[in-house]
């Protein structure tokens, strides 16, 4: 899975990410966990590679990082901001 490219944009600012899609013209802004997620998410990423992006960048668990990751995803997936990728 990837952060969908078509009419979507994104802008780090002061270690918050601020998404914008365009098509549906509304826009999400994250913590820094959140923005660590969205620059893995620019390349295929499976959720077992965002978990351990969390946890090399901020030393947490396993768990917390999974629980972390999957909400993240959940959330996306909701506003239809990610793609899967063969």
């Not at 620019?42 to 972390?68: C, F, H, P, Q, T």
Request: proline share 0%; net charge negative.
């Amino acid at each position: 899975m990837r952060l969908r490219t078509e009419s979507v944009t994104w802008r780090e600012i002061d270690g918050e990410m601020v998404i914008l899609d365009l098509s549906s013209s509304t826009y999400l802004k994250t913590n820094q966990a959140g923005s660590t997620l969205m620059r893995l998410l620019a390349e295929d990423r499976s959720l077992g590679d965002l978990v351990d992006g969390l946890m090399d960048a901020y030393g947490i668990s396993e768990e917390d990082a999974a629980k972390d990751a999957g909400a993240f995803v959940g959330m996306l997936r909701e506003r239809d901001l990610l793609e899967v990728v063969d």
